[in-house]
């Protein structure tokens, strides 16, 4: 930019700025173009149905049986609903936990390792963990419900299961979001005599509710869209739970609806076409909940004040319309409903009805109790017991981590030789290497990452930055999120018809790399805009104005102010969802993926092998390859954590420049 | 310009020379070349001895095959639109499916084996009535067929899976009106089957010949109506639950398809068919 002799910036001729917000809208537009292709392919593909069988006979009709022609859908939504209520009951809870240990109670160095040590959870491939649910989890869970559970494969195996694997989203996107509550907000409290408990509790996450909701949303927005895990452990059988909340019955979920019949389905058929339906119907529940959570999060932020906290219409909250003591005396008295009636579902799986109405009324007295000793007693003490509490269940969280981990390396270290890793497959994958599936899977990140990271980021920034708060951005906003828990394969099949049998259509027949890198970017870009957008979001106002101030142009206080100081949240962004994109496996098992190659393909219009492909293939269809199943698993582990790695040093360079 | 904007356009510029030039790349490099590449996938059954045949196969006929998976149906229409050579179906191909053109060879027939876990004792056969019993949920206990007392749980494929409707087929021509019962834990693959079965007591599960042989503990196979499934007993007809596995290609088989199907009807191919655990034509 032109400076005149006093070095102060001159207006007034074509600016660098103008041509950045170009980019950066064209970029974004971009992007709304393909969530659009996204949203017309899976609408499109479901009219048959809509019009075959009825919205409504399809929504509350109560068989699911494609092949006799019933297609009631109403259990499989059930599945779902349920299976996704258990895990987001244990995921959040100790997410937040953990989140919230990390930031606020955790020594600084520690921090360190706590961080990427939980991001690491998001390096393991779905498959991996479909593994762990069905040979340490079920059989632990037979253990310890033998009267109840026939299969082990159930609601409660299936909830367990999500839960743990949408720990690392919402632990990871908390954490970053209370880290970015500046410091004068946490001094000013303590000043005013508050215990380090007391900030954390109503100044700190009150004031990073946004980030923790957008967290909480990708959590569940994971669990939902999860395909191959819950399909192994939860059942699969298309009932309604008797009664509605027994846990350890056998539950569908749409997921795990879609993988197994979808394959099988002929294309075009009304099946096919009720199939997409069920996708929709899905994206409509994750539309319905991600509505709720910022609904949520705009009444909370007026209740605390926040920066953005005006809205045109709202609810009055409970406290405007009776009076702070009574509004409270009402929240206690549902929460202690609550528990009496969650204590009475329980029991009633396991006794009759007067144990049952027994042991709620004495948890419920026994949680009275408790609460009217905890207000006796001194804020030292409370705070004392709030970080012992904190610290289990980040024990718990490691401890969870560990024995995944655990088990993969036990049983896939016999595997590990120079063979293995540099080899070629033989005998049908019982033998041999898998070097074709670890460069395989080397290129699809790569190649994910080179799409998805620029259109990303870009369009993140863009959201975040130069876009006003229009119904249109919120729009797009709400679609990335919706995009966010749309199932992998659903995105393998777009990527199938759109980009395997359209796109590239002309270059090559057949599956390539380059399908499957472009699906894959497909699948991770909300989490990288919506990550980048609150990342940047969160920088406080004073910098961006301080940087104006002297004189910067607005973008050069994004690129040299902003940017910086957003780049860790960014990079917790790029880990997420580059660790996902190397383990997913319906994807790239529709655009790119082969079961045995006998050399590296040179060109990215061929297939290639893949680490968490060839992982499913060996455990699907090959008998006897338990070693080299966990062997490959531990290669792709280690892969994902090389990245992870490298990220987290990105991150945390990043981190030591600015600090608020 | 000030440096920023240099950068901004650096970076895009950058962004969109990375992206003419993979498309340069992937259009005018050393793509492959069509004539010696064969597009095979579909049925994940028939998947891994599909593998077995391209080891040798590759190097007989020096082309260079991909196989795929997807399942029976993905199989036969991207056959039918042409991203697939040839479509692998673990089942008899649909008359939609051959209104549009595809024509089919049967290379192998497979047999259905039930296996049960180990923790049942006492049985070692049952009728064809007896296991539709099981599955439309009329018999619920082991001890009712002579075995222990233990609760049945009852493990099959999903709904659409070629083993799947080879077994209800079977089931619905022994009780007319046969309907499985709703409480089944279902999956969507023979391994994931057979690891359901080893491991829940009292399991009862269907899985391909083949892969009942292989296992080694947990499980084992009982015979049906007195006829264990083996390659003869398929192959006269004795053992009941039986398939095609079929190769599907747009109009008669042509070049290299051709060759590959007429290699694995030789007797080397169909060797390779008996080693994967499936049954030879005889």
Known sequence: ?660 | MNNSTKMLTAVLLTAVICIAGTYAVAAGGSHQDESTTLNVGGSTTIQPMMVSFQETFEGYAKVSMNVTSGGSSVGANSTINGTLDVGMCSRDLKSSELEQGLVAHIIAKDGVSVIINSSVTGVSSLTLEQIAAIYSGEITNWKDVGGNDKEIAVIAREDGSGTRECFDTVMSSTVSGWKMKSVVSQFASTGAVTNAVTSTPGAIGYVSLGAAEKITSGAYTVAVDGVMPSVETVNDGTYEIQRNLVLATKGPAQGMAALLIAWILSDEGQKIVEESGFIPLS
């Open chain 1, 1 to 660: 930019m032109e400076t005149d002799s006093n070095g102060l910036a001159r207006k007034g001729r074509i600016s660098g700025d103008g041509i950045v917000r170009y980019a950066l809208t064209a970029v974004a537009s971009v992007t709304v173009l393909i969530i659009f292709f996204i949203f017309l392919f899976i609408f499109l593909n479901s009219t048959e149905a809509i019009s075959s069988v009825g919205l409504i006979e399809f929504l509350t009709g109560s068989v699911w049986e494609p092949l006799s022609g019933s297609f009631g859908a109403m259990p499989v939504i059930t599945g779902t609903v349920l299976v996704t209520i258990g895990s987001i009951a244990i995921a959040l809870p100790l997410g937040l936990g953990a989140a919230i240990f990390i930031s606020e109670v955790a020594p600084a160095n520690a921090r360190k390792v706590l961080k990427p040590l939980c991001e690491v959870f998001a390096g393991i491939p779905s498959v991996v963990y479909g593994f762990f649910g069905l040979v340490v989890l079920l059989p632990l869970l037979r253990a310890v419900f033998p009267e109840q559970l026939l299969f082990g494969s159930s609601w409660l195996a299936g909830s367990i299961l999500l839960g743990i694997m949408a720990l690392p989203t919402i632990i990871s996107v908390s954490e970053d979001a209370l880290r970015a509550v500046p410091l004068s907000y946490r001094e000013a409290s303590v000043a005013m005599g508050a215990t380090r408990w007391e900030t954390t509790r109503k100044v700190v996450v009150p004031a990073a509710i946004s980030g923790i909701s957008a967290a909480a949303i990708l959590g569940i927005g994971r669990a939902i869209g999860e395909t191959m895990a819950v399909m192994m452990v939860s059942g699969n059988a298309a009932i309604f739970p008797d009664p509605l909340w027994d846990v350890f019955s056998l539950v569908r979920t749409i997921t795990a609806t879609l993988a197994l019949e979808m394959p099988e389905v002929v294309v075009g058929s009304v099946h096919y076409s009720s199939l997409f339906l069920l996708a929709l119907i899905l994206m409509v529940m994750v539309f319905v909940v991600n509505y709720a959570a910022r609904a949520l999060v705009r009444r909370t932020r007026r209740r605390f004040g926040g920066e953005q906290a005006v809205g045109r219409f709202s609810l009055p909250t409970m406290r405007d319309v009776l009076g702070a003591q009574t509004a409270a005396r009402v929240r206690s008295g549902t929460a202690l409903t609550v528990l009496f009636a969650a204590s009475a579902m329980a029991a009633s799986l396991f006794t009759g009805p007067y144990l049952t109405f027994g042991s709620a009324a004495a948890v419920t007295v026994a949680a009275v109790i408790v609460g009217k000793v905890a207000r006796r007693l001194s804020p030292a003490i409370r705070q004392k017991a709030a970080h012992m509490s904190l610290l289990a269940v980040m024990a718990l969280v490691l401890a969870l981590l560990a024995v995944i981990i655990g088990d993969i390396v036990i049983k896939g270290l016999p595997a590990i030789s120079l063979e293995f890793i540099f080899g070629f497959p033989r005998d049908g994958g019982t033998s041999g290497g898998i070097y074709p599936a670890l460069v395989g899977t080397l290129k699809l990140v790569a190649g994910t990452a080179l799409i998805a990271l620029p259109l990303g980021i870009a369009s993140g920034v863009y959201l975040a930055e130069y876009a006003r708060d229009t119904r249109a951005t919120r729009i797009i906003g709400g679609a990335l999120d919706v995009l966010n828990g749309t199932p992998s394969v659903v995105f393998g099949l777009f990527g199938l018809v759109a980009v395997v049998g359209m796109l590239l259509s002309g270059l090559t027949t057949g599956y390539s790399l380059l399908a499957g890198c472009i699906t894959l970017a497909m699948m991770v870009l909300p989490v990288i805009i919506r990550t980048t957008e609150e990342a940047v979001s969160a920088v406080p106002h004073d910098l961006r104005e301080a940087s104006l101030a002297m004189g910067a142009t607005k973008w050069q206080t994004v690129a040299r102010v902003v940017l910086p100081a957003a780049l860790g949240g960014i990079m917790t962004g790029t880990i997420l969802s580059l660790g996902r994109a190397a383990g997913e496996t319906a994807p790239i098992m529709f655009t790119a993926a082969v079961a045995f190659q006998s050399s590296i393909p040179g060109s990215v219009l061929s297939p290639v092998m893949a680490l968490p492909y060839h992982l499913y293939y060996l455990s699907s269809e090959v008998p006897g390859s338990q070693t080299m199943q966990y062997g490959t698993a531990l290669v792709l582990l280690m892969v994902v954590l090389v990245m992870f790695a490298a990220a987290s040093v990105i991150r945390r360079r990043s981190e030591k420049g600015v600090r608020w």
